[in-house]
Each structure stands twice: as structure tokens, then as C-alpha cells.
């Protein structure tokens, strides 16, 4: 049942993956369309970001460090910086923030 | 434009460039990839659950698939693991326009390597006006490095088991997300777009899995609208 649960999923995503790549152009063709598209895929990894961090923040001594260092990601990466620069401000700031905590408490 | 450094427009190269501007993304999903083969570990035939590592090739929906396989509700976890992967219908029509004169073998192999980090790193790349065969050169580089790496980390987790430590690296990943919509962001629509998004994200942290990701997906795309409305 194990390779049939996979099996499933594998060809339902791989659907998801494939179909609108040979189906879609008439209708994914227009510029308004490619637009809506853009900003639902923003959206989708905007979404992934935010879950992704809130997980990470979820005890309370990640709290600080996590949110800080999303922070000084997210202003390298809107300023352009290479995914390498974006991790390195992240560490830094996350870094930072626990060695700021241990020495507050 | 461009937030990760790829080689010149030379063609052979373009292999080399996908799996270099991939390199930072295993690091990302390594910690992941970890913890999702310690939940292969934990059902009847771990071989049948590391299959899903190339077969759905999604960290959220296969670990939708293994809780939903551990529960016994098997229906369910097909359910729940191909709403998880809806988002990747997005990112295939996005990537339609870019991949319209690609042959056919490139387009039926490419969509098993359509993710988040791929998707998002082969649309900068396209961006950067590199030719369709530099671009299937650097899609597969980048796609394939990734696919051997998640797969190969998976097995590692599986191996690892329950001894797996806490290692609170799950922030690499959201951050290593983070330079790739850097720079989408500077666009009023897309901003909004994301805001929208990742503050409904928040919101329904608790939502049974797949639908709060849909739900953001629904509020960023509608304050895209809204922002261009009020903008004219």
C-alpha cells in the first residue's frame, strides 16, 4: 500500500508539473495571464518563507535570533545580493542575536 | 537584475552555472531532506518511502504522504500530499512562456525537476536572456544536482533514524528562499503579492496541510490585483 500511496502522489505531481507545460499555452498565453501567474508564484514562495520561518521561530529562544536574521536577509535580497551574501547576513544577525541574549541573560 | 551569479552566456558552461548556483540550496535542504528520511525510517518498507524523494520530488507533500501512510489513512495522504503540490501547477505555467521552444524530451524530463528552489533559480536565469539551450543546460545541471542530493540526504535521514540530532538549521532554507524574491519585491504588485501572502501564511500556520499555502497563494494574488487597481 506504501508504493501505491507514492506511486499515486508521484504521478499526480508529476501531472501538476507537466500538464500546463503542453495544454496551457492557449490559455496562459495572454499577458494578463502570465502576470496573475508571476504574482501567484511570489506569492507561493512568499508563503514558503513565512511558514518556513515561523517554524523555525517556534521556541521562544529561536524567536529573536530567527525573526532578526530573516530581517538582514531580506535586506540583502531585495538590494540584489547573491544567495551566498543573503545567507552570510542571515548568519551573521542570527549569530548576533544569541550571542547579544547570552550576554543579556 | 539577477541575484545569483551564473557564468558567462557561453553555452557548455551553463551546465557547470546551474549546479554551482545549486550548491547553496543543498546546503539549504540538507537539514530537511534529513528530517524527512527520519520519518522514512519510522514506517513498515523504508524503501517504499525513499521512493518518494524521486517519485514526488516535494519535501512538504512527501511528508504529508508518510504522516498521512503512518496514520494508516492512505486515501488521505494522497489527498493531502497532492494539495501540498498544487503550487507546482503555478510554477509549471509560469515556466510555460520560457520553455514554449524547448523539444519536447526537454519539457517531459524538466517537469520532474520543477520545485521551488529550481523553478525560481531557472526563471532568473531565463531572465538574464540566456538562450533556450543554455537554459536546458543550466534547468538539468541545476535540477539534476539537486534531485541526487535530496534523494542521496533522504536515504542518509532514513540511516540516521531517530538519532537524527536537533540541529536548527531549518532557517537556511526560508532564507536561501529569501535571495531568490529579492528582487521580485521591488515590483508595487509583487510586493503586495508577497506581503499579502506570507502574513495569511502566518495566519493559518495551523490549517490542515495544503490549504493554508493555497489560502496565501489566493490573498497575495488578490492584493497584486487590488495594488495595480489603486496604482492606476
Redesign the interface.
Known sequence: ??????????V???L???????V??KY??SPRA???????????????????????ASTTT?FAP?WL??AA??T????????????AA?ALA?AAAWAAMALIG | ?????FAPSTERPSIFAGVR?MA??MV?YTPYALVIGSAVAR???PV??W??S?????GS?HLA?LK??GDGA?AM??AV??LV?????????????R??EQPVWF??LG??F?I?PT??LA?QHAATGASPEAQRRFFLGAGITLGVWWSAMIAAGAMIGDRLPHV?L?????????????????DR??RW??????????LT?HAPAGT??MA??A???VA??VSGRWSR
Open positions: 500500500m506504501i508504493w501505491a500511496v507514492m506511486i499515486a502522489v508521484g499526480g505531481s508529476y501538476l508539473r507537466v500538464l500546463p507545460l503542453f496551457g499555452g496562459l498565453g502570465e502576470r496573475i501567474i508571476a504574482q501567484a508564484g511570489t506569492a507561493a514562495l512568499a508563503a514558503l518563507i513565512a511558514s518556513g520561518l515561523h517554524r523555525s529561536d530567527t536574521s530573516a536577509a531580506l540583502v535580497a531585495v538590494r540584489g545580493g547573491s544567495m551566498q551574501r543573503v545567507l542571515g542570527y | 537584475m539577477s541575484t545569483v551569479a548556483s547553496p540550496m539549504a514506517i513498515d518498507d517504499a518511502g521512493s518518494g524521486w517519485l514526488i520530488y516535494g507533500a504522504a498521512g501512510i492512505f495522504a494522497i500530499a497532492l503540490n498544487a503550487r507546482l501547477l503555478l510554477y509549471s505555467a509560469s515556466i510555460a512562456p520553455w514554449r519539457r517531459l517537469a520532474a520543477l521551488d523553478w525560481a526563471d536548527g531549518e532557517l537556511v532554507a526560508p532564507i536561501c528562499l529569501m535571495s531568490l524574491i529579492g528582487t521580485r519585491v521591488r504588485s509583487n503579492a508577497a506581503v499579502a501572502a506570507a502574513a495569511t501564511a502566518l500556520s493554508g499555502l496565501a497563494i490573498a497575495g494574488v497584486a490585483h
